[in-house]
C-alpha cells in the first residue's frame, strides 16, 4: 500500500488529499492552456477519422466458438463472418528463419510482409466495431528492417486507431550475441535490445463496447499495467511444449484482462502452443485459435485440456 502511494503522489495529475487520491485540476496542473480547443483544432484520430467500418456487430457462428483450428490463417479467415472478433492477440512468425513445424519462417520481406498483411485485412475485417488488435513485434534488428513501424504504418493506413504500444522487457538479449560490431569504434557498433514491443490498434472507437459486469481487472492490476512498460520473463517451458518461440502466459493474461470483458470472443490466428487460447479459457473469454501446423494445434488441445 505504502508503495502504491507513494506512486500516486510521485504522478503529477494526482493529489492525495486525506490519504483519499483527486484530481488535480487540469488546466492548473498542465502548462499547456485551453487544451481541448487546442486539441479539437489539430482533430483528433485525423487519420482514421474518415474510416468505412461497418458499426453493427455479428454473432460468431457456433463453429468457430472455443476452436483450434488447423490451417492457413488466410484461408480460415475468410470464411469467418465480418465484424465477429472482440479482440486479436497474436505474435506473427518474426521471418527469423525459425524452425517451425510446417511452415516457413524465410521470406525475402517484401513477400513476407504482402502475406502478412493479406492476413490483416482479413483480422481487420473480422474484427467487431470498437474491437482490438494487438500484436506482439520482434524486429529482426541485424536486418535493419523495423518491423514494428512498418505494421503499425500498415494498421495506420487501414484506419486504425493508434492506441499505443507496450515495451514488454524481457530483460534478456533476443539473440545470442557474439559480436559487438564495430568493437571500440564508432564505425558500426551493434545495438542489442532485451525487449519487444506489443502495437495496440482499435477498430472505429476508442471505447470498447462491453458489459460492466463482465470486467475482472483489479484495481491494484489496473494501476499497475496501464504503466506501459511491462517486466516479465520470456516463457521458459519452451522445450516441455515443443514449440521454439512462445510468448509467456502472464503476458496474454495482462492484455486480455486490460483490454477485453469476460466472454469477449478472442482469436489469435498465429496460436502456436495456445497460450491465448489457454489463458482466454482460464479467464473466462471464448477463444478462436489458428495454426497451420497439425502438431502445435495438437498441443495446443492438450493444454485447454489440462494434460499439458
Ligand atoms: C510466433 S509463433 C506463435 C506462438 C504463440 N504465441 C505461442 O505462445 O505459442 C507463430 C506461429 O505462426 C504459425 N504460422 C505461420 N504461418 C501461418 C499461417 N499462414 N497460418 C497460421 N499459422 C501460421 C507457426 O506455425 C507458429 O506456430
Known amino acids: 500500500m505504502q508503495n502504491i502511494i507513494k506512486k500516486i503522489k510521485s504522478i503529477k495529475s494526482y493529489g492525495l ?51 483450434i483450428m488447423q490451417g492457413d490463417c488466410l484461408n480460415i479467415l475468410k470464411d469467418i463472418p465480418d465484424n465477429t472478433i472482440d479482440l486479436i492477440f497474436t505474435s506473427p512468425p518474426y521471418n527469423f528463419g525459425l524452425d517451425y513445424k510446417n511452415s516457413q519462417d524465410e521470406h525475402y520481406w517484401d513477400d513476407y510482409f504482402k502475406k502478412l498483411f493479406e492476413i490483416f485485412n482479413e483480422c481487420i475485417r473480422v474484427l ?17 528492417i523495423p518491423s514494428h513501424h512498418i505494421i503499425s504504418k500498415y494498421f495506420i493506413d487501414k484506419k ?53 459486469t463482465n470486467i475482472d481487472i483489479t484495481d491494484s492490476e489496473f494501476k499497475e499495467w496501464v504503466n506501459a512498460k511491462w517486466n516479465i520473463a520470456p516463457e521458459r517451458d ?33 496460436n502456436g502452443a495456445g497460450t491465448t487460447t489457454i489463458v482466454a479459457k482460464k479467464l473466462n473469454r471464448r477463444y478462436l485459435g489458428i495454426d497451420i501446423s497439425q502438431e502445435y494445434c495438437k498441443i495446443a488441445e492438450k493444454r485447454l485440456k489440462g494434460e499439458l
Open 17 to 67: 488529499k486525506n490519504g483519499k487520491r483527486n484530481f488535480v485540476d487540469y488546466n492548473k496542473e498542465r502548462k499547456v492552456k485551453e487544451r481541448k480547443n487546442k486539441t479539437k483544432k489539430r482533430v483528433q484520430y485525423y487519420y482514421a477519422i474518415d474510416n468505412d467500418f461497418i458499426k453493427k456487430n455479428n454473432e460468431i457462428p457456433n463453429k468457430y466458438e472455443n476452436k
Open 128 to 144: 467487431k466495431w470498437s474491437g482490438r488488435i494487438i500484436v506482439n513485434i520482434q524486429p529482426l534488428f541485424s536486418d535493419y
Open 160 to 212: 486504425l486507431i493508434w492506441k499505443g504500444e507496450i515495451l514488454w522487457e524481457k530483460n534478456n538479449y533476443n539473440c545470442k550475441y557474439t559480436a559487438w560490431g564495430s568493437w571500440k569504434s564508432p564505425s558500426s557498433p551493434y545495438l542489442k535490445y532485451t525487449w519487444e514491443f506489443l502495437e495496440i490498434f482499435l477498430k472505429g472507437d476508442l471505447k470498447k463496447i462491453g458489459d460492466k
Open 238 to 270: 519452451m522445450n516441455k511444449f515443443g514449440h521454439p518461440a512462445m510468448f509467456p502466459e502472464k503476458l496474454a493474461e495482462r492484455v486480455l484482462k486490460l483490454f477485453s470483458f469476460k466472454n469477449d470472443i478472442i482469436l489469435d490466428p498465429f
